[in-house]
């Protein structure tokens, strides 16, 4: 059952999401806060979320665009915040995070993130705040300093060039820390290999250097892991 709700961010100002509930879900049940890509709220992003959710999941997708406009400043904002690893944004996924927590079918102990691109680095930004069981980055557009951190799975794409090398960086920081971890890298996939992208973009952006499009193996295999991973370090718990 997929629902538009009202959330309510810093200062009490009302803002839209997304929220998954498995069907016929008996709770309290574990969670994710899902954080989407550059494009918004899109069709696949709520897909994403109906996927998660019929593994068990309570997914919810708080709508950092739709605070104020004009959109496009609206998004650079966000990137700022994203970069910086300091904004108004991670005040309002905490506000979403602490709205899903209330909610009765959620086990307010058993949260976890997951982000795409843009929102991949969002939930790597989660995952050292101590407020999460596990963080789900999906081709994270930037990689924060960690100096403590959830247990993280994490998935790239081999001929994505703006994400080159983070998979190695992130490998060793998780080392360090002594969290577990699953990254991945799939060579035959670029970014946003999870989602298809339609419209102009979708046709331009796989001639980019992100080499960007859907990749179904590439797909397949990482929401295979990733659910894996949840069930042994968010279900499980």
């Known amino acids: 059952m997929q629902t538009d709700v009202t959330l309510t961010a810093t200062g009490g100002v009302p803002y839209p999401g997304v929220l998954t509930v498995p069907d016929g879900a008996e709770g ?19 897909r994403v979320a109906s996927d998660l959710a019929a593994e068990g999941y309570v997914v919810l997708i708080p709508d950092l665009f739709a605070r104020s406009a004009p959109r496009a400043l609206c998004v650079m904002r966000t990137m700022r915040t994203m970069m910086r690893g300091e904004g108004k944004e991670l ?32 939930a790597l930004l989660m995952a050292r705040t101590g407020l999460y069981k596990v963080s ?16 993280v799975v994490a998935s790239f794409g081999g001929r994505d060039r703006t994400t080159r090398g983070h998979a190695d960086k992130l490998t060793a920081r998780l080392d360090k820390l002594g969290e577990p971890h699953d990254v991945k890298v799939y060579p035959e996939a670029g970014h946003s290999f999870m989602t298809r992208t339609g419209g102009t973009m979708g046709r331009l952006a796989p001639h980019l250097p992100l080499h960007a499009e859907y990749h179904e193996p590439s797909a ?18």
């Open 136 to 151: 789900a980055p999906f081709y994270s557009s930037a990689l924060p300093e960690l100096p403590k951190a959830c247990p």
């Open 220 to 237: 397949e295999d990482a929401f295979r892991r990733i659910t894996a991973f949840f069930r042994e370090h968010l279900a499980g718990t």
């Open 91 to 122: 005040h309002d996924i905490e506000a979403a995070r602490r709205w899903l927590a209330a909610r009765p079918e959620v086990d307010a102990d058993r949260i976890g993130a997951i982000g795409f691109c843009m929102g991949g680095s969002f």
């Open 28 to 46: 309290p049940l574990p969670a994710l806060v899902m954080i989407y890509e550059a494009f918004g709220m899109t069709d696949e992003m709520r």
